[in-house]
């Protein structure tokens, strides 16, 4: 059974990644028999904040920007989720990022739950010092609807170290001087030097390449000459394709926000990202590869496809054109509902966002324990950490895909989703 079979039953699905996250929720909800009651409270969210604050630019003028923080459900634990600074953010977007944050905590078996939030604009648009002082002024903005024990930020689509910095210090200097030092912890992802994590910057990158790299093992398929293509050369893109070519497989395509490219005989992953840092991100130009349109990146002949960029990528009108036989999501809700359908029913295997990105809040749980309990990890210990729980995972998604007879995403919303039942079963609803 899968949960694409299940939404046949259903109506047609419209557009829009809340739709899909829904779908997705409600038909596994009805493979794990899940308690009415508690499908209503996880149907929703529990808070929606939208924000307009102003901030004074380089130039003297004065610009209103809107920002978005959504707390989907915290019943095992604060809230988590990344920010993302980016023209396409809306409300029903950080709803849905909100409760695929919400799976991905439970069954990474974290003591999280999920949130989401981020701010509607451009950052190329703006300088260095415009970003900070947005940044500062959202967060002071959020107020105490962040916190160390209640809601912590992460960075995403276009935010980074430095912005979780800025947050920090900002968040920080809210509170008094006796209690600063004990509010590190509200943001991770920080900076190395001011109470980061060794390694986070590739741990989300790295927990893609993983799960492919189990999921081969697992199917006794060297990785060996294995081509791949990767949508999105940013910090998960890079770091999966990074790894998987020191596994020797080989980089034959790769798509960013200004172009796409292609070389069967392979792309140097190192080459075209230190061009990209040179060329303000983009790999248009590249010299050994071929410009190829937009359209028909998806249709690249490789064995691996890595979409890790954003949502609803993979669409009902692309999907078929696709040649691997693994999609591996290194994005949020890379694939639409009608999507997975067509790719399930071609064979081709989709190792699930909630799982296959999960290296990157694993690794920022690691570095909320290592601020919480004032802690300084070393690289290979938290590297293997990140290896034996990603593993774990994994293993626990396979069993029960094989057990119960399912596709991966749905063995792993079954495991998440059961997770979070116990919980409310077992403490009760208020009052």
């Given at each position: 059974m899968?949960?694409v ?14 739709n ?11 493979l ?7 499908r209503?409270?996880?149907g929703?969210?529990?808070n929606e904040l939208?924000i ?8 003297g ?15 095992l634990?604060?809230?988590k989720g990344?920010?993302?600074y ?6 029903d ?8 944050m919400t799976?991905k ?12 939030g981020?701010i509607?604009?451009?950052p ?6 415009e970003?900070?002082?947005?940044t500062r002024r ?7 609807n962040?916190?160390p024990e ?8 276009n935010?980074?170290s430095?912005t979780?910095a800025?947050i920090?210090?900002?968040?920080m200097?809210?509170k008094?001087p006796?209690?600063?030092?004990k ?9 190395v030097?001011?109470g980061g ?6 741990a989300?990158g ?8 189990f ?17 999105g ?13 020191k596994d020797g497989?080989k ?5 960013d ?6 070389n069967q005989?392979g ?5 075209l990202f230190?061009?990209?840092k040179i ?10 590869a071929?410009?190829i349109e937009?359209?028909?990146f998806?249709g690249?002949?490789?064995?691996i496809?890595i979409p890790?960029?954003l949502?609803n990528q993979?669409?009902a009108?692309?999907a078929?054109?696709i040649?691997a036989f693994?999609?591996a999501e290194g994005a949020?809700?890379p694939?639409?509902?009608?999507a ?7 064979g081709?295997?989709?190792?699930p966002?909630?799982l296959?990105?999960?290296g990157?809040v694993i690794a920022s ?5 290592q601020?919480?309990n ?8 938290i ?10 995972v994994f293993?626990?998604v396979l069993?029960?895909s094989e057990?119960?007879?399912l596709d991966m ?12 039942e ?7 609803i208020?009052?």
């Open positions: 899968t949960l079979k299940e939404l046949k039953k259903k109506e047609e699905p419209k557009s829009g990644m809340l899909n996250v829904l779908q997705q929720f409600n038909t596994a909800s009805d794990v028999g899940l308690n009415p009651n508690i209503k409270i996880l929703i969210t529990n939208i307009h604050f102003p901030v004074r630019m380089d130039n003028e004065v610009e209103i920007f809107k920002g978005y923080r959504v707390q989907h459900n915290n019943a634990g604060p809230y990344g920010l993302r980016h023209p396409t953010i809306d409300i977007a950080v709803k849905a990022l909100a409760m695929w799976w905590t439970s069954l990474a078996g974290l003591p999280y739950g999920g949130a989401k981020g509607q604009m451009d190329n648009l703006y300088s260095q010092s970003l900070e002082r947005i959202f967060t002071y903005a959020l107020g105490d962040i916190g209640h809601d912590i930020p992460a960075p995403d689509v935010t980074n430095q979780m800025w920090a210090d900002t968040y200097s809210t008094a006796s209690e600063r030092s509010n590190q912890h509200v943001v991770t992802g920080k900076p030097g001011s994590l060794e390694g986070r910057d590739r989300t790295y927990g893609v390449y993983l799960n492919i790299k999921w081969a093992e697992h199917k006794n398929i060297p990785l060996k000459d294995k081509r791949f293509i990767v949508q050369f940013g910090n998960v893109g890079y770091w999966a394709a990074h790894f998987l070519e497989a980089l034959v395509g790769v798509q926000a200004f172009g796409s490219i292609v005989e792309i140097s992953v190192d080459s230190q061009y990209t060329n303000e991100g983009s790999l248009v130009g590249f010299s050994n071929a410009a937009k359209d028909d998806f690249v002949d490789c064995d496809c890790a960029a949502g993979i669409t009108e692309n078929p054109l040649k693994l999609v949020n809700g694939t639409t509902v009608e997975e359908e067509i790719l399930l029913e071609k081709v295997t989709i190792i966002d909630i296959c990105n999960s990157g749980y690691f570095e909320w324990l601020n919480r004032g802690e300084l990890w070393e690289l290979d210990e590297m293997a950490r990140l290896d034996k729980k990603m593993k774990e293993i626990r069993n029960m057990n119960r007879k995403r749905s063995a792993a919303y079954v495991i998440a989703i059961e997770r979070i116990r919980a409310y079963v077992q403490r009760g208020f009052p």
